[in-house]
């Protein structure tokens, strides 16, 4: 049973549809802005971030929109973009069993964890809470906020595994189509900036600091001068589709879903390493059908930070050999955390969509230790007929999944 | 519940939470306009619109008195009476299980 990409939505820092974000990525845009009033945190070094544009959260409900935070509102209008895509309306048909939802975030609310625990240590207690805090907080708040935006009242899975939260969602779905289980998995994630979230990877050293007064050139994957990495939000969703259930309908596939894989570090939270990263690359390939020279592109994880972004080079090029074109999206849209791996996949179909690889923003110098690898440098017309796309995460999460065009 | 006269005042900063807090369109807010019915809340927005009340109006609302509320009508005169009774400062502070007892009942 073959497993197809359906339909697609987007919100990120280069803009809130994928034509737009995939257009920007062409023109080699940077969605990277400094945030001055983060110079008044005690400790922290890093003030660069990437938002999201304004969007129209009126197309969201009311009663549903007043539980959801900045992530769930994000995911939810990625979601109504992913369904009209994919041709399928919310309602009846698509309150199915064979219908999942699994989607999740790094955390609850940011925003709102800092509000509710702002006002409890101010008043002593939890008066003045707004009933609907919680629902901002919860583990599966996105998930759970995004069933509700659609009526949807099927199967329902959160997964968090941070920055490779949704990555994790896309091969759990492609595992229970290909098990049988479901027909139709609306899956992705999001997340949301807050100045926390910068300061997670700033306390260790992974953020950017010396580029606070030039935002569009950090980050900078792969290159000899990259500091750290941009903290970005948005969200990602795509339509995964049965085979069967593609005929059945007549709908439109835009690429096939390979398969991937989701392994475990088991060593340490944060500090990636090369042999697990090659260990999940190979168990991809394998739970995909594929070998190496199947792929043509890898649309690397790399965030710019000093360590990971060496540790991943060396990873790809033990398991292709030297030369395979690589990019990283980081240096344009920052580093989205959950969401990333969904745009990614996004991105990725789109340039095997385009016959176009999309460069690695901000890569001038490759470092010495960063190859050997075809690192992508400008926008380069090329035929791709399989994509792997890696995503890391701490707590020594290590994924990448396989995305193949359609002949 | 004891009837006292409702200041403009208080109807205008309750007509406003209402509609920058919950959307509610001016049109649509009428003393006989039910919360449930007519305005379209439930028993979340019920705690929520108390907080607002009190955080907007610098008042204490006793979260009791929520169950006897079922129209907007019946939200100015608690608002209003709230206000009396916290400038004579005789009205307990809210806890928040009280709070949602009371919603539920809405």
Redesign the interface.
């Known amino acids: 049973m073959k497993v197809f990409v359906t339909g697609m939505g987007a919100l990120t820092s280069l803009g809130n549809d994928v034509e737009t974000f995939f257009g920007a990525l062409k023109r080699g845009e940077s969605g990277v802005k400094t945030y001055p009033e983060w110079r008044q945190y005690k400790g922290l070094h890093s003030y660069l971030g990437a938002p999201v544009p304004e969007y129209d959260v009126m197309k969201i409900p ?2 549903v929109r ?2 959801m935070s900045r992530m769930s509102e994000m995911a939810s209008l990625a979601t109504y973009q992913a369904l009209a895509h994919a041709d399928l309306q919310p309602g009846e048909k698509l309150n199915s069993p064979r219908v999942l939802i699994i989607m999740g975030s790094t955390s609850g609310s940011p925003f709102t964890f800092e509000q509710y625990f702002k006002k409890l240590i101010e008043r002593g207690g ?7 805090s919680f629902f901002k907080v919860m583990n599966h708040s996105v998930a759970a906020n995004v069933a509700a935006s659609i009526d949807f009242n099927g199967a329902l899975l959160a997964p968090s595994c941070a920055c490779a939260t949704s990555t994790q969602a896309m091969i759990v779905g492609w595992e229970l189509i290909k098990a049988g289980l479901y027909d139709i998995v609306i899956t992705g994630g999001a997340d949301e900036l807050h100045y926390m979230s910068t300061s997670i990877f700033d306390i260790v050293m992974a953020a950017s600091r010396g580029y606070n007064d030039n935002p569009t050139e950090s980050p900078r994957p792969f290159d000899d001068k990259r500091d750290g990495l941009v903290v970005s939000e948005g969200a990602g969703v795509l339509i995964l589709e049965s085979e069967k259930s593609v005929k059945a309908r007549n709908a439109r596939p835009l690429a096939e879903m390979k398969g991937g894989a989701y392994l475990c570090d088991g060593t340490h939270m944060s500090q990636s390493s090369a042999e697990t990263m090659t260990k999940v690359m190979h168990e991809g390939l394998t739970r995909a059908g594929l070998t190496a020279s199947d792929v043509d592109y890898v649309n690397a994880h790399a965030t710019g930070t000093i360590h990971g972004d060496v540790e991943e080079a060396k990873a790809i090029s033990k398991v292709f050999g030297e030369g395979m074109a690589t990019s990283s999206l980081k240096g344009h849209l920052g580093h989205s955390l959950a969401a990333c791996g969904a745009i990614e996949a996004i991105a990725s179909i789109k340039m095997m969509e385009e016959g176009v690889l999309i460069p690695t923003r901000n890569l001038t110098t490759v470092a010495a230790d960063c190859g050997p690898l075809r690192h992508i440098k400008e926008v380069t017309p090329a035929k791709v007929q399989t994509v792997l796309s890696n995503n890391f995460a701490f707590g020594g999460m290590n994924t990448c999944l396989l995305l193949s065009a359609l002949n | 519940m004891s009837l006292i006269e409702l200041a403009p005042e208080v109807i205008a900063q309750v007509n406003q939470l209402m509609m920058s807090g ?2 509610i369109p001016a049109e649509k807010l009428l003393p006989s306009a039910t919360l449930i019915g007519d305005l ?1 809340l ?4 019920a ?2 619109m108390l ?1 607002y009340i ?2 907007t109006m610098g008042i204490k609302v006793e979260g009791e008195r929520l169950a006897t509320v079922k129209t907007l009508g019946d939200v100015y005169q608690l608002a209003s009476e709230s206000m009396a009774a916290s400038a004579q400062n005789l009205s307990p ?4 299980a009280t709070q ?1 007892q009371a ?1 539920q009942q809405l």
């Open positions: 009311r009663q007043r539980s939890p008066e003045g809470q707004l009933s609907t | 919950f959307e379209g439930d028993s979340l927005d705690v929520d907080v009190e955080e502070v809210l806890d928040t949602t919603s």
